[in-house]
């Protein structure tokens, strides 16, 4: 399937982010280092031909503050979508990564998205992720998280988009996607 050209944004570095705290539908708000880099993701699309780009962001908080800062001189209107909301990692919500377990032979990091208690799960979160694409209309500016930005980017430029990627990459940084192509602005 062929997509509009899309430039992604993680938000900025959180409090929870600093202290490996697992973030899902909670929030908490960006620190001086996360404030800097939405800053530096407004640098980064200053230099970008946006002409008739659409500006959409998760209404999570971190990323509304993010986009916000962000988008403050290329932006007139940013809508907000909940499928570009973070992962839901339901009963994990506000705990810390290091307490949480980990089976044998599973990345650390992505297990603790799959098998959080009474979480949203890859399969349901690329559906979502679907569902939002299918509905683009035209070249945008997305303003979402770790895990969701990662599965949009997968979905659109396959496997090697996010392969020896962080799953928590892209903060203070910009990834534009055309014709299936993923490129890391930065």
């Known amino acids: 399937m062929q997509?509009?050209?899309?430039?992604?944004?993680?938000?900025?570095?959180?409090?929870?982010?600093?202290?490996?705290?697992?973030?899902?539908?909670?929030?908490?708000?960006?620190?001086?280092?996360?404030k800097?880099?939405?800053?530096?993701?407004?640098?980064?699309?200053?230099?970008?031909?946006?002409?008739?780009?659409?500006?959409m962001s998760s209404p999570q908080a971190r990323a509304i503050q993010t986009a916000g800062i962000a988008l403050s001189d290329v932006a007139a209107m940013i809508h907000t979508d909940a499928r570009l909301c973070e992962i839901d990692v339901g009963e994990w919500a506000g705990l810390?990564?290091?307490?949480?377990?980990?089976p044998d032979g599973m990345d650390p990091i992505t297990a603790q998205y799959e098998l959080a208690p009474g979480g949203e799960g890859f399969a349901a979160l690329q559906a979502r992720c679907r569902a939002f694409l299918a509905?683009?209309?035209?070249?945008?500016?997305?303003?979402?998280?770790?895990?969701?930005?990662?599965?949009?980017?997968?979905?659109i430029a396959g496997e090697a988009a996010v392969t020896g990627s962080s799953?928590?990459?892209?903060?203070?940084?910009?990834?534009?996607?055309?014709?299936g192509q993923q490129n890391l602005l930065t």
């Open 135 to 155: 509905d683009l209309t035209g070249p945008s500016v997305l303003v979402t998280h770790g895990i969701t930005s990662r599965m949009i980017r997968q979905i």
């Open 3 to 34: 997509y509009p050209e899309l430039y992604i944004l993680r938000h900025g570095e959180t409090r929870w982010n600093a202290e490996n705290r697992m973030q899902g539908a909670l929030n908490s708000p960006l620190t001086e280092k996360g």
């Open 167 to 179: 799953p928590h990459g892209g903060q203070g940084c910009v990834y534009h996607l055309k014709n």
């Open 36 to 55: 800097h880099q939405a800053a530096r993701q407004g640098e980064i699309l200053g230099r970008c031909d946006l002409t008739g780009f659409a500006y």
């Open 96 to 102: 810390s990564r290091d307490t949480l377990p980990v």
